[in-house]
């Protein structure tokens, strides 16, 4: 890859446009609803499978560079032990030459839409699951998809800490004062290295570099490198793609809502 094409931007734009990636998968999927794509797996596939396809970047940030590439991969086979819908490798390389690896554990979520504002919630929330997740590691979170007409952010993605949720203990959306939107997880703590699982031994298995049988829907990889200057790719990060693989399509169920609003104009 030639660096010198790199494109050089903003941190904030960076972020923001991560954002952007979530909110337009959500709409397309909300608008196909009729198909069956309103579920969970449709939009995290969709969300990951654009910002699979986003070239290696460089952007500016307090004085210096950072170079960031991603990945995004699917399981192969059948799940039977996991840990979240999404593991997200970050691997950090500092401008000293040292590097860390970390991982985070993402459990997706869409809202059930009611006629009744008020009964709006995310009903497929397994509490039980959530519990055993979180115990596993504190470097679980849920992100959560919703329409909001009304709202001055009308595809919302927002993300919680597992543990927070549990303590909250609500599905509806009054639990949306103790979120973050996506871009904020992302960009601002996952890609910076904060809130990941240092855990060397599950970093490996997140790579399927394991005997664990404990496997994800979906794996995401972010490489940032740090920089005095632009435009260094960085190292890939390695994972076992006989486990992991191309994006196929998830089957569509056409089951809906009980009551699904119109999509925004």
């Known amino acids: 890859m030639d660096q ?11 972020a923001n446009s991560l954002y952007s990636i979530a909110s337009d998968s959500i709409q397309e ?11 969970e797996d449709f939009i ?13 970047k460089s952007f500016e940030y307090q004085g210096d560079f950072k170079n960031v590439a ?5 399981y192969n086979g059948n799940l039977e032990t996991v840990s979240g819908d999404i593991a997200l490798i970050i691997k ?19 809202i059930y839409h009611s006629k009744n504002l008020k009964n709006c919630n995310y009903k497929s929330i397994k509490w039980d699951r959530l519990t ?9 979170y849920v992100m959560l998809y919703d329409i909001m007409p009304d709202s001055p952010v009308t595809y919302l993605c927002k993300a919680i800490p597992t543990e927070h949720l549990l303590t909250i203990s609500s599905n509806k959306r009054d639990i949306y004062p103790f ?28 790579k399927g570099f394991s005997e664990s049988s404990r496997r994800f829907k979906y794996l995401m990889t972010g490489s940032f ?20 693989g191309s994006f196929d399509p998830p089957k569509s169920k056409q089951k809906l809502d009980d009551w699904t609003p119109k999509p925004p104009r």
């Not at 995290?44 to 290696?56: D, M, N, S, V």
């Not at 055993?132 to 679980?140: T, V």
């Not at 490198?225 to 486990?243: D, F, G």
Request: aromatic letters at 14%; one cysteine or more.
């Open 70 to 74: 991603w990945d995004a991969y699917k």
């Open 4 to 14: 010198g094409n790199l494109k050089i931007m903003d941190f904030n734009e960076w």
């Open 225 to 244: 490198k740090h920089s005095i200057e632009p435009n260094l790719v960085p190292e890939v990060i390695k994972v076992n793609q006989n486990l992991y």
């Open 44 to 56: 995290t596939a969709e969300i990951l499978k654009r910002i699979k396809k986003i070239p290696p």
């Open 92 to 110: 950090l390389e500092f401008s000293n030459g040292k590097y860390l690896e970390g991982v985070a554990y993402i459990e997706a979520k869409r």
């Open 179 to 206: 979120c973050e939107y996506f871009h904020q997880l992302l960009a601002y703590r996952l890609s910076m290295g904060y809130g990941l699982d240092f855990n060397q031994d599950k970093v490996n298995e997140a």
């Open 132 to 140: 055993e997740y979180s115990s596993y590691s504190h470097a679980h």
């Open 29 to 39: 999927c909300f608008e196909d609803h009729a198909e069956g794509r309103w579920k």
